[in-house]
Nanobody, 118 residues
Framework: QVQLVESGGGLAQAGGSLRLSCVASGRTSSMVRMAWFRQAPGRQREFVGS????????YYADSVKGRFTISRDNAKNTVYLQMNNLKPEDTAVYYC???????????WGQGTQVTVSS
């Protein structure tokens, strides 16, 4: 089992920045990929971006490309989501996820709220 705990959410103004953190514990050696998803009120959960745990390759949704950056600190079992130039449409609950294989996510955090005011 892997436990994920997100932090760093809050309120930001449009154009501002926030950094989310996700700390993994438990059987972290089983993780292949970690990702960030988000869910806005009344909408389905959507993919934000992911990072391959060993190689560090990153992938992003078009809606955040160029504004958001995912990074990791293997020694701390932590993945980060740096969010710059925030927009009101980025308002959502952000979830961290981890997968033991590339094609699925087995573990999820509890989510952290991000609210962007215009």
């Amino acid at each position: 089992q892997v436990q994920l705990v997100e932090s760093g959410g809050g309120l930001a103004q449009a154009g501002g920045s926030l950094r989310l953190s996700c700390v993994a514990s438990g059987r972290t050696s089983s993780m292949v990929r970690m990702a960030w998803f988000r869910q806005a009120p009344g909408r389905q959960r959507e993919f934000v971006g992911s990072i391959i745990w060993s190689g560090g390759n990153t992938y992003y949704a078009d809606s955040v490309k160029g504004r958001f950056t995912i990074s990791r600190d293997n020694a701390k079992n932590t993945v980060y989501l740096q969010m710059n130039n925030l927009k009101p449409e980025d308002t959502a609950v952000y979830y961290c996820a981890a997968g033991r294989i590339i094609t699925q996510y087995d573990y999820w955090g509890q989510g952290t709220q991000v609210t962007v005011s215009s």
